[in-house]
């Protein structure tokens, strides 16, 4: 892929609109299942085209903006890919935040109540 | 490939995560960017930088492979051996005193001015006077070494009848100005950036010295990747076909003079990606040098009339390393090694090497197992190990790693001569940053990992609160917010405003005083009820940048931003000891887990 304009970001874009467009239709209604190979050639793909090595010899804006970019999706890859952390951030993502002190360490736990939340919305 | 995708900028998902509205914040990007942008055209080298051989390498887009360029001797290795002879022969050559030489030129000099000709200097790079390793380099080294007045070590070399002190960083920087010359001799082109590799576990200190030898040798710009990294980079250009749409996870290991270096790399046809690394520096395969030497002492001592000086020490070292390289083929060697007091033969077996090295051998699988167990990676899924590095060779430590990865799991390159595969490495990486495209590197790509956590001080608990992980892929960015509490007594008379005190630390521990102590920030607390937000970013050459957001009033006014500590300063790091610690923070997001506790100063 060539190396074009690399443009800012914009402000409310979540990690699965960057790395499974296809699991976030608009709603804020993600899936938690992933598949792991779509998710890394997705990671990979990306980071070729914005990983700021490829832009050394561009301006600086280009430059920070590929720095952005690219630190963004390096975050999104390691909560996706890990499912404790990609449970978590469905959780936020639905409004439910986990207080400071009662860290959800149970991955069991975390399925029941992302299962139970399900089972309420579709209610 | 669309570029333009989306993602939030940075600041705007800080107010995400607190659910406010996004911040105005707008980056500047001659502050916000460190890393230089070199012009268009501009040229990179690759540099195999060993604790006792550099190599050059350059990739030409052509022959679309990496060749080694040679110094100015015609050799594609340079020793890495600096000296400061005092000798009639180069004066009456036209050359100053205090000219430094370099490589074999400076090697020649090592028995007659042994106190002015410094070898093996790249573990003492970024070390403390007091670090143990001093200690140890010192007992086996003809020269002195010595504190600076940042509490550094600095090599004492006597010429002209005076003493002049080296920072190593300093020795570092007259052997790349060399290579540097040899390269735009032999490319007949300026050479402005650098792929420097360097051990996997150096400091972030130490590779900010690594960038300012590069600096000092007229390189604007110095990438640093970790030798076991440009070894699986090797790996990846010599491998045989390989399906494309599977990840083959390699084991790169890297046993140099002086470092051990381990990494996981998951190869996806032109992109690594370095998922894990760790490594031991300042004990590598010199150390079994030390092993035979300490032998020989041994052996010496039964013989009578045998005192041994400072030169026959220093001729049983390189003796050592010269029999240690031999039974890495040979089963048995004889030798003999001049002394002041006579010649000195022996022989010396394999199996009698071995049982001096057996703890050796041990601590060498170390940083296997870290690797494999902080990459998550079940042994099953490495699909080849990749040895590089003159210890690695050793039958006895292939077999050792050999017996870790069930089936037989040792690559042995196919194109790429093994010696050279870490400068292969480098200079494919040098292809990358130079914006050279052929068809064998249309769309190479390393990404990098962090080396070391990086947390700032919890002072509630004294504990070091990690911000962003060990491994984590560059660049990278985290964000927390920080609530500070008022102090608990009001103070009785007007006190200046109280300033919040942030350590950044670097460290995989949460002991402080086990971890190293990057920076010092301060910045005024705003009134109650307020957030503070502390943001790091670290690019991809790991420069590390902290962006202080106090949100006093609706106005968000940045207070400052902080570029990691330019090598030179290191006095200033330590404004802000001592003082009350009160506080609690709360921090909603995606990483990391609370950090709370800042200390106020008032």
């Known amino acids: ?123 | 490939m669309p570029t333009a995708m989306p993602a939030p900028t940075p600041t705007a998902e800080r107010g995400d995560e607190r659910g406010r509205e996004p911040m105005t914040v707008s980056p500047e990007p001659s502050i916000r960017s460190r890393s230089p942008s070199l012009p268009p055209g501009s040229h990179y080298i690759g540099i195999d930088l060993g604790t006792t051989l550099l190599r050059l390498c350059a990739y030409h887009p052509d022959l679309q492979t990496v060749r080694f360029v040679p110094n100015e001797r015609d050799k594609r290795k340079t020793p890495c051996f600096v000296a400061f002879p005092d000798d009639i022969e180069l004066v009456e050559s036209g050359r100053k005193a205090c000219d430094p030489v370099v490589g074999e030129e400076a090697q020649r000099w090592l028995f007659k001015y042994p106190k002015a000709t410094v070898f093996s200097w790249a573990q003492l790079v970024g070390l403390k006077f007091d670090d143990e390793r001093v200690a140890f380099y010192q007992r086996y080294a003809p020269y002195r070494l010595v504190k600076d007045k940042y509490a550094r070590v600095c090599v004492e070399i006597e010429h002209d009848g005076r003493q002049k002190h080296y920072r190593p960083e300093d020795l570092t920087a007259i052997l790349l100005t060399y290579a540097r010359q040899n390269a735009e001799q032999a490319l007949r082109h300026p050479i402005t950036g650098s792929v420097i590799t360097v051990p996997a576990g150096y400091t972030l200190l130490q590779r900010d010295a690594t960038k300012e030898a590069a600096r000092q040798a007229g390189f604007q710009h110095a990438r640093l990747i970790s030798n076991a990294a440009a070894a699986a980079i090797a790996f990846g250009f010599d491998r045989p076909a390989h399906p494309t749409s599977v990840t083959e996870y390699v084991l790169s290991f890297n046993l140099g003079a002086a470092h051990i270096d381990c990494a996981v790399v998951g190869i996806d046809e032109e992109v690594f990606e370095v998922l894990a690394s760790a490594g031991d520096v300042g004990f590598g395969a010199a150390d079994v040098d030390v092993r035979l030497l300490m032998h020989f002492v041994q052996d010496l001592s039964k013989q009578s009339n045998r005192k041994l000086t400072s030169l026959d020490l220093l001729s049983l070292r390189f003796g050592a390393e010269k029999i240690k390289k031999a039974l890495s083929t040979a089963d048995s060697i004889s030798h003999t090694i001049q002394l002041s007091s006579g010649a000195y033969a022996m022989t010396m077996t394999r199996e009698l090497l071995e049982t001096l090295c057996a703890d050796f051998f041990d601590r060498c699988l170390v940083p296997i197992q870290q690797v494999l167990v902080e990459a998550k990676m079940d042994i099953t899924k490495i699909s080849k190990v990749v040895l590089s590095g003159g210890g690695s060779h050793f039958p006895k430590l292939r077999d050792r790693i050999s017996s870790l990865f069930p089936g037989n799991h040792i690559y042995d390159f196919a194109l790429i001569d093994k010696h050279k595969a870490v400068g292969y490495g480098a200079g494919i990486e040098s292809a990358l940053l130079s914006g050279m495209r052929s068809p064998n590197i249309t769309n190479y790509l390393l990404i990098d990992s962090l080396s070391f956590s990086l947390g700032i001080l919890d002072t509630t608990t004294n504990t070091i609160k990690t911000l962003l992980k060990r491994n984590t892929a560059l660049p990278a960015q985290t964000t927390v917010t920080l609530r500070p509490i008022p102090p608990t007594t009001p103070p009785t008379s007007t006190p200046p405003a109280p300033i919040a005190v942030i350590k950044l630390y670097e460290g995989d521990t949460t002991d402080p005083k086990t971890c190293h102590l990057l920076a010092t920030l301060s910045t005024p607390i705003p009134t109650q009820d307020k957030h503070i937000t502390l943001s790091i970013d670290v690019d991809v050459d790991r420069t590390v940048l902290v962006t202080l957001v106090s949100d006093e009033t609706e106005k968000n006014v940045r207070v400052t931003d902080y570029p990691m500590p330019v090598f030179d300063v290191s006095e200033d790091w330590e404004r802000g000891v001592g003082v009350t610690v009160v506080g609690a923070g709360e921090r909603k997001g995606q990483a990391g887990g609370e950090v709370e506790g800042m200390e106020i100063q008032d």
Request: charge should be negative.
């Open chain 1, 1 to 123: 892929a060539e190396r074009g304009l690399i443009q800012p970001t914009y402000d409310e874009a979540t990690y699965y609109d960057v790395l499974l467009p296809e699991l976030a239709p608009g709603e804020a209604k993600f899936a938690f299942d992933v598949d792991e190979r779509l998710l890394r050639n997705k990671f990979l793909r990306l980071q070729q085209a914005v990983h700021p090595d490829g832009y050394g010899q561009k301006s600086q804006t280009e430059k920070l903006c590929a720095e952005q970019q690219s630190s963004f999706i390096n975050k999104a890859y390691q909560v996706l890919r890990d499912p404790l952390q990609r449970a978590q951030y469905l959780l936020e993502l639905n409004g439910v935040s986990i207080e400071e002190g009662e860290s959800m360490n149970d991955p069991a736990l975390l399925m029941e109540v992302l299962d139970a939340r399900e089972r309420l919305e579709e209610a």
